[in-house]
């Protein structure tokens, strides 16, 4: 029974974590350098990226805002979360491309 038990509770620990319905409220950063540009060579479609951004992000955390974060810290977050999100490449290029041409000047 007891080996039972552990991995079930385990298993429900990881979906309340990916059902918080709070928006936005994202962990800090711990690591900091990301460099790859997975979306380099794409061009972006911003209207397309504002719905994929809706529809993925807000999976793991509240939706962001994209003139919550400088440029240069969402150049450096947005691979990893393109990547968390398990989006195409042009998809990442729409996601980027809406989210660089939102931002707060
Ligand atoms: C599979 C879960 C998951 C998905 C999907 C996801 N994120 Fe995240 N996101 C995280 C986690 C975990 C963190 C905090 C740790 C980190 O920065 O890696 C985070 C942090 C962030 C941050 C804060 C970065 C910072 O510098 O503080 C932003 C902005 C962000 N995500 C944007 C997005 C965008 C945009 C998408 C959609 C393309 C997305 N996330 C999809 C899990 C996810």
Not at 22 to 30: G, K, L
Not at 64 to 89: D, H, I, N
Request: hydrophobic residues 35%; proline residues 6%.
């Amino acid at each position: 029974m007891r080996n039972k038990t552990i991995p079930c509770v385990i298993v429900l620990c990881f979906l309340f974590a990916c059902s918080r319905k709070t928006a936005p409220e994202i962990p800090a950063r711990t690591g900091t350098t990301r460099s790859i540009d997975v979306s380099a060579t794409l061009t972006g479609d911003a209207e397309r990226g504002k719905q994929l951004f809706g529809s993925s992000c807000k999976r793991c955390h509240g939706l962001p805002e994209a003139g919550q974060f400088s440029k240069s810290r969402w150049e450096a977050v947005l691979p990893s979360m393109v990547q968390k999100a398990k989006l195409e490449p042009q998809e990442a290029a729409d996601v980027k491309e809406y989210v660089m041409t939102r931002l707060i000047k």
